[in-house]
């Protein structure tokens, strides 16, 4: 089908289209009137609705790999669509007329939806780049420390890597438990680890290979009195816990939109708190913007603007569904199976499942098979897809349930674990 039937098919006459306007209509979600504000947590038939109304799901696997990042619920996928026809036929006239004005709405509704002002919130691009302009933005030095564990995003290791052999910055590394039973055993290897010249700790929120929920704001509150800047890796807990990102307790955090948020591909978040902008220098070249402006670390070019006007739509559905239900959800989902996988023969849960401690992600491995062979069973033989993930010197399956997943879709995975392990 041409892409001009496919948008007549999803109802855009292009004749009709109006000008861009980037306030969200809001979901049709509202057919569910109060249902949200009941406890539906376990409510599959709510859940089957809902996955039908909002959701286009593959019919030939079922796709429990939603890490990577996060399938648009079909409201937001059609705004897409209509942002990218509608820039496209307004082109530069829209964006040298009206985007400036239109930007700065998203950003303060967005910053809302964060729990920030808006001028501490800058739109990246991912959260690779709203965390490079964070770390390579503070002022290293000679000798200054940095403490990483074994079980942060390569991306940002090799970001430190970099400045290592760049700024002769000394990186210290440290290993945090995989099943921790309390938050002084996680803090006390950071505590064991910080010394005079520890300039900064970066912290993973949620901890991608295992879905790990790290205390972060306990640890940021234990070193700030040390002067000792945190900067958190939020990529998979924004949008996927109910929380604000000041609720952190650190100075800088980095997100993407794209994955739990929902957002089309391309989309990140950059939280800098107001006192702190001034001690980040730009990574992209400027020199019109005051110090104390995050726009001076946003110089970026020209943007993939369709992807920040749909934004809106995306805020809007997080916002109807409400990331309270969502998080209960989610985690409902993962406890649905790693608490009957657990108890399979062989079979390792290598995510902690109390409630504090994790949420939708959750890995696990099968002892005496290779992971890869695991991934690819369940693929074959039940059209389950997951990923591998290299958890230290292990190898897990992460499996991660989205809002869309239903529980009769955990039931194959767990019937396709069992024919396995
Ligand atoms: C913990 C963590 N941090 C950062 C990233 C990078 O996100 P992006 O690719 O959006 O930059 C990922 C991506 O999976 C991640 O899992």
Redesign the pocket.
Known sequence: MDRRQLLKGLGFGVASLPFIGVKATSPNISVYGDEFNSDKTTDEKFWKKFRKEFYDVPKDFVNLEN???GVQPIPVFDAYLKNVEKLNINSSRYLRTQYGKDFRGIVSSLSDFAGIEPDEALITR??????NIAIQGLNWEKGDEVILSDQ??Y??IETFEMLEKQKEIRIKRIQIPILPSNDSEIISSYQEAVTTRTKCILL?H???LTGQIMPVKKIADAFRPKGIDVIV?A??SFAQLDFSLKDLGADFV?V?L??WFGNPLGA?LLYVKKERIKDLKPMYGDKSKDENSIKKLGHFGTLSVPTILTIPEAQSFNETVTLQVKEKRLRHLQNYWTSEAKGIPNVVITTPTDPNRSCAIASFRIEGMETKEVISKLYEGSKIFTVIRDLEDLEVVRVTPSLYNLTEELDILLDGIKSIA
């Open positions: 890490g990577y990042f991912n959260a690779t780049e709203a965390l942060d995003y991306s940002m993973t949620m901890i991608h890796d990529a998979h980095g993407n794209h994955k990140g």
